[in-house]
């Protein structure tokens, strides 16, 4: 951990697009802006900050930015978009990476309230087979996250009525819960 931390703050001079290639291996000025990952984008209509925003963000050395972009704590790492990009940069290994960074950075503090936050994300997957976002944010608040300020903008989500505010079970329900059975079983035997 120690070496780690070490190593990030080591780095903390280099642009951030350097940083992320020696992450990931992948240079991301690479990206001419062609929007096609944010065209397949699951999340694309419900952040501000979509991966070719992101893309730019990193290319413009822009960390501040990006702690408070709502795109990179609400990606679902689908993976979609790095399939998409004709180009071979990979935004969802490249978002990886930044949130690697921004969780060193914050010395752990905003990591606590992230993995707060996606485990309440994921606990509402799985119990209701899609998002129920009032469960969400009572959830995330149980959990110890300091509401979204820190985190994400998701508030606008329901503001815009795309998500409802009650939970609706989807169909293959029953699906879902085997997949986290599942998931949760490859865990202990690890
Ligand atoms: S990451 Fe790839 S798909 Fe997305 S804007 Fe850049 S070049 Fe286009
Ligand atoms: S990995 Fe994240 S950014 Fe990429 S398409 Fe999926 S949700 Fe969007």
């Known amino acids: 951990m120690g070496s780690h931390e070490h190593s990030h ?6 642009p951030l697009a350097t940083r992320i290639q020696h992450m990931t291996g992948l240079n991301p000025l690479k990206c001419y802006q062609c929007g096609k990952c944010s065209a397949g984008c699951p999340m694309a209509t419900e952040t501000t900050t979509r991966p070719h925003d992101v893309m730019r963000l990193v ?3 822009q960390l501040d930015r990006l702690t408070d972009a709502d795109g990179l704590w609400l990606c679902l790492t689908c993976e979609t978009c790095t399939s998409r990009c004709p180009n071979g940069c990979d935004p969802a290994r490249t978002m990886d990476a930044l ?15 992230i993995r707060a936050f996606h485990r309440s994300f994921l606990t509402q997957v799985r119990n209701h087979g899609r998002l129920f976002e009032m469960g969400l944010i009572m959830s995330y608040k ?12 998701t508030p606008s989500v329901l503001a815009r009525g795309k998500l409802g505010l009650a939970p609706h ?22």
């Open 9 to 14: 703050e080591h780095s903390a001079a280099q």
């Open 59 to 61: 290319a413009r050395d």
């Open 99 to 113: 949130r690697e960074i921004l969780a060193a950075r914050t010395n752990g503090k905003n990591h606590n309230a």
């Open 142 to 153: 149980l959990g110890g996250g300091p509401m979204f300020a820190d985190v994400t903008t």
């Open 169 to 190: 079970n989807v169909k293959g329900l029953e699906e879902i819960r085997r997949i986290f059975e599942a998931c949760a079983a490859q865990e202990d035997g690890a």
